[in-house]
């Protein structure tokens, strides 16, 4: 190989990579773009959290309302709900950390 065609293939291959400084402009719009994401997924969960917890309360009391029309007019406990199948575990759970 000629040193002509030997330079030829370094400076192709030179062009061809990524210099030190593009990486670190791309990490850092990376980086931007991360700290911009994370307080929003952040404030979503917590709004995921609430709807869930509203859910529950309504079930319960949907499901309060239920036993008390099918045992004339009873209020019923959250232990009695349970115990009767009206509601699941996690719900009493979720209804007891309000």
């Not at 291959?13 to 997924?41: C, G, H």
């Not at 404030?43 to 029309?69: F, M, P, T």
């Amino acid at each position: 190989m000629s040193v002509t065609k030997k330079k030829r293939l370094f400076l192709n291959r030179e062009l061809a990579s990524f210099t030190l400084i593009e990486m670190l402009i791309v990490l850092l719009v990376i980086s931007a773009l991360v700290l911009l994401f994370i307080p929003n997924i952040s404030r979503y969960r917590d709004h995921v959290n609430k709807e869930g917890r509203a859910a529950v309360l309504q079930l319960i009391d949907a499901q309060k309302e239920l036993y008390s029309l099918q045992n004339n007019g009873k209020v019923p406990t959250i232990a009695e709900l349970l115990k009767e199948g009206y509601i699941k575990q996690e719900h009493a759970d979720a209804y007891n950390k309000k």
